[in-house]
């Protein structure tokens, strides 16, 4: 089956910018979707297809993904951008949803 | 707009079934390529996908998950039910419901608030 690898953790400075990886195998060839979730809250689409922003999110956030790397990208990080971040593919051969196993976010 | 509202037992004993309901507004799940799917989340970890229904109704479940889960729906009702048999500790967790508006892409737009489910004796 399918998997994604994500850091467990990723720590970022007041108003610089971080980026969390996504893993998996020839990941380049599928549509990577970003989530955030904060504690106690359920998870807000951040990123779809990859790239795109759905209405409402801050252009701060961005992701690309090629080879086996998908990269979600937060620039001038807030201290409300703490939370964790989930990478998710739909497997369409299967067909089965992958989530990846998380990246909290710390803005120092 | 678009709402999603899990429903159902905050605390479920070890061997009993666990029936959830996801009521939703806002769409129907008889257009083409819309789908219901439902994830779990226990405390402190990561979502794990559980099962999915289409508007076809094709459903998919989690291959770890299969022999215990059920997923249906009621259209007309406006909404989806997941079954999961032989429930254990091991299975407490949030439980979410999410809509998936096009099997193209696989990407969830809208989630409910997620019911916490308990198990214990």
């Known amino acids: 089956s399918y998997e994604l690898t994500q850091p467990l953790s990723v720590s970022v400075a007041l108003g610089q910018t971080a980026r969390i990886t996504c893993g998996g195998n020839?990941?380049?060839?599928?549509?990577v979707h970003w989530y955030q979730q904060k504690p106690g809250q359920a998870p807000v689409l951040v990123i779809y297809r990859d790239s795109n922003r759905p209405s409402g999110i801050p252009e701060r956030f961005s992701g690309s993904n090629s080879g086996n790397t998908a990269t979600l990208t937060i620039s001038r990080a807030q201290a409300g951008d703490e939370a964790d971040y989930y990478c998710?593919?739909?497997?369409?051969?299967?067909?089965?949803?992958?989530f990846g196993g998380g990246t909290k976010l710390t803005v120092l | 707009q678009v709402t999603l509202r899990e429903s159902g037992p905050a605390l479920v004993k070890p061997t009993q079934t666990l029936t959830l309901t996801c009521t939703f507004s806002?769409?129907?799940?008889?257009?083409?390529?819309?789908?219901v799917s439902w994830i779990r989340q226990p405390p402190g970890k990561a979502l794990e996908w559980l099962a999915l229904?289409?508007?076809?109704?094709?459903?998919y479940y989690s291959t770890s998950l299969k022999t215990r889960l059920t997923i249906s729906k009621d259209t007309s009702k406006n909404q989806v039910v997941l079954t999961m048999t032989n429930m254990d500790p091991v299975d407490t967790a949030t439980y979410y419901c999410a809509r998936i508006p096009n099997t193209i892409y696989g990407v969830y737009d809208y989630w409910g608030q997620g019911t916490l489910v308990t198990v214990s004796s």
């Open positions: 020839n990941i380049g060839s599928k549509n």
């Open positions: 998710q593919v739909w497997d369409s051969s299967t067909p089965h949803v992958v």
């Open positions: 229904i289409d508007w076809d109704d094709d459903k």
């Open positions: 806002g769409f129907s799940l008889s257009t083409s390529g819309m789908c």
